[in-house]
């Protein structure tokens, strides 16, 4: 049996990748034998180890008990007791679950939400903001609101319409949170307030520009302004919620409760291909009174996805993981700066909980970023992956264009021993691409 899949029938992502046969843990086996280490957590999805044989027995009951029914005609217990359960550690107000396949359906479903809520008060919100350098998912409505120019590409007849306003990235803009909140409020007056629907935006950016934390008062500014003008405030928590970055959601850090917060990923640690639409009490209820939501998928309130993360959401609390995040990445980031600081091609080491990334740049003092041509993301990922590991390249890190980053986002059940040994391959990885130092 070889190591990769050669099949000539699967559209595959990627050519020539190993064949996974098992995985525990934070380590994935292949076809040949050889064990990685999943630093990646897959794309920053495994939060609670990979075989929990806990997942695995609320998977098999659920599905001898009731597989599936179409949400239109039946409702399940498995999904009212999951959101009743999932209900109180939600920072939205009286808070209520659409549950999806995925993060891009769950913010295509939050968007909708947004304009339907707008219609059923009267009023013709449309517009949808988003941040430079955003990213929300690969589906038409969430790649409009994307800034990534590799995703656009190909597809520029059908984008256009969101209105961009000013990403936070203290490594490279020194704009306070207030300053940053200001020029967002002068963009929307420009373009008409009462025109605009909703602003969505990760609380930390992940994919795009890799693990950047905004200055301390840049959410609760923003938040400020969005209710002053009647905007809904979309925070996408795909990659931040349940646990990630050492809160149940990284709204909590900064203390504010939008009106809808999606997530996906670490809900249901990749056991099922889940999405969240968490919105405010009132919204559902406007909307409902305003003639419902037209709006849902085949396999929307998926019993066994509702299943699949009520386990999760047992492990993350039994073994207490949210808590461990923040202590778990200091250690990962403390030992990547020991290491890397001096080192004339690394930018910055940032993060928070254990999301993590490593930013590159041509030239330290100026900040200068590489040339995309020279690939310096996606060379550091494959000497990673020739030391049998998985991380997360970002290959847009300055402005959804240009920048390369790597993340790291192992399962939150990752042990110290285990992070030291992803710093360490890691790190050996940086000095082989950019030079032995």
């Keep these: 049996m070889t190591g990769t899949h050669e099949s000539g029938h699967v559209f595959t992502r990627a050519v020539g990748r190993p064949v996974a046969t098992s995985a525990t843990g934070c380590t994935i086996v292949a076809a040949d034998g050889r064990t990685y280490l999943d630093a990646a957590g897959g794309a920053i999805a495994c939060s609670i180890g990979h075989g929990d044989p806990r997942v695995v027995a609320a998977m098999a009951e659920q ?26 550690l939600v920072p939205v107000d009286d808070v209520r679950v659409f549950p999806v396949s995925g993060g891009s359906e769950a913010n295509e479903t939050a ?30 409505g969430v790649l409009d609101a994307s800034d990534r120019a590799l995703l656009h590409r190909g597809y520029e007849p059908w984008i256009g319409h969101s209105l961009r306003v000013p990403m936070a990235n203290p490594y490279r803009d020194d704009r306070t949170g207030a300053e940053l909140a200001a020029e967002t409020e002068r963009i929307m007056l420009d373009a008409g307030v009462d025109e605009i629907a909703a ?53 909590e850090h900064w203390g504010i409760r939008p009106d809808i917060i999606t997530s996906g990923k670490g809900a249901s640690s990749g056991y099922w291909p889940l999405g969240l639409c968490l919105a405010a009490g009132a919204i559902v209820d406007e909307v409902e009174q305003g003639g419902g939501f037209a709006h849902g998928f085949t396999w929307s309130h998926h019993p066994i996805g509702a299943a699949v993360a009520g386990a999760v959401l047992d492990a993350l609390i ?24 001096g080192h004339p091609n690394v930018g910055d080491i940032r993060g928070v909980g254990l999301l993590s990334a490593v930013e590159f740049v041509a030239d330290r003092s100026t900040r200068q ?22 991380i997360y390249p970002c290959t847009s890190a300055v402005d959804g264009a240009v920048g390369d980053a790597v993340l790291l986002g192992p399962p939150l059940s990752v042990t110290e021993s285990e992070l030291d040994e992803m710093a360490d391959r890691l790190i050996a990885a940086i000095r082989e691409v950019l030079n032995p130092r």
């Design 111 to 140: 968007l909708k939400l947004a304009r339907s809520y707008h219609l059923s008060r009267g009023e013709d919100r449309h517009i949808i903001m988003a941040r430079e350098g955003a990213y929300h998912g690969n589906t038409r």
């Design 63 to 88: 599905s001898a008990r009731v597989d599936y029914v179409h949400a239109t005609q039946f409702g399940t217990r498995a999904v009212n007791d999951y959101a009743d359960r999932l209900a109180p």
């Design 318 to 341: 039994e073994d207490d993981l949210v808590s461990t995040a923040t202590s778990r990445g200091e250690h990962l980031r403390t030992r990547l700066a020991d290491s890397l600081a």
């Design 369 to 390: 970023s590489f040339d995309r041509i020279d690939a310096v993301a996606e060379r550091i990922t494959e000497a990673c992956f020739d030391r049998a590991m998985t």
């Design 199 to 251: 602003f969505i935006a990760e609380p930390v950016s992940g994919a795009t520009l890799g693990a950047v934390v905004p200055p301390d008062d840049y959410w609760p500014a923003i938040a400020d302004v969005c209710r002053r003008h009647g905007v809904l405030l979309i925070l996408d928590e795909v990659m931040t919620g349940f646990g990630r970055t050492g809160k149940w959601f990284a709204a």
